[in-house]
């Protein structure tokens, strides 16, 4: 059955703080990984992730993702308190619709 | 930028009525995606169309139904309501492409059923 697992589930860190935040997934034919922010509203897009190495960036936020070790990580540098949300990973899988197969995400708590 | 258009924002039923849901992608994309999401749970796949076929089937009830029209825009029906279906319903659109399918979620719709 295919798996989506993140780690912390959930977290608590002080502004100014770095976190690093995991996925790992077993599952067939994997097209993509994807991270997404949601605050208590519509989950949104931060980033795709398609070759192993390779790191996307974004501000203070970057992922990189291990294909060999089927896993991707998010950092968040410098946290500020709008950073506060639950982070879902989500793998794409080939021939499947595009439907997305999400991890129970990970609640990012940043304390003044 | 355009995003996704979901109607209505908030819904509340008695059991055992119907509702329909309305989703509205993002301009030029083929495909669209229901998803559920349950109190502090993560969204769970219902159904998606590409090009108004359904291409994918997830966990969605018997009492559900969902189309997607000529305009690209989709509804999803729900009938029976049970107190269960009480949750967000998230639309997301894309793209389809070979490695550029990120779909964009819409702002959900909050079911509530008495």
């Known amino acids: 059955e295919d798996k989506v697992v993140q780690s912390p589930l959930s977290l608590v860190v002080h502004e100014g703080d770095t976190v690093t935040l995991n996925c790992s997934y077993e599952?067939?034919?994997?097209?993509?990984l994807l991270w997404y922010k949601q605050e208590k509203k519509a989950p949104t897009f931060l980033f795709m992730l398609t070759s192993s190495g390779i790191e996307k960036k974004s501000g203070r936020l970057s992922s990189i993702l291990d294909k060999k070790e089927l896993f991707s990580i998010l950092n968040i540098t410098a946290t500020q308190t709008g950073d506060s949300a639950v982070y879902l990973c989500a793998v794409d899988i080939h021939n499947q619709g595009g439907k997305l197969i999400f991890g129970q995400g990970t609640e990012l708590s940043v304390k003044p | 930028a355009a995003g996704v258009i979901q109607s209505p924002r908030h819904l509340i039923k008695e059991k055992r009525e119907t509702a329909t849901l309305k989703c509205y992608p993002i301009?030029?994309?083929?495909?669209v995606y229901w998803y559920q999401q349950g109190p502090g749970q993560d969204p769970q796949f219902l159904i998606s169309?590409?090009?108004?076929?359904?291409?994918d089937k997830g966990s969605i009830p018997d009492r559900f139904s969902a189309q997607q029209f000529s305009d690209y825009h989709s509804e999803l029906n729900m009938s029976s309501l049970e107190l269960g279906d009480s949750a967000l319903y998230f639309c997301?659109?894309?793209?389809?492409?070979?490695?550029?399918?990120?779909?964009?979620f819409g702002p959900g719709t909050r079911l509530t059923v008495l």
């Open positions: 599952v067939t034919n994997f097209r993509s």
């Open positions: 997301a659109s894309s793209l389809k492409g070979y490695y550029t399918d990120t779909q964009y």
């Open positions: 169309f590409y090009e108004k076929m359904q291409s």
């Open positions: 301009p030029r994309h083929d495909t």
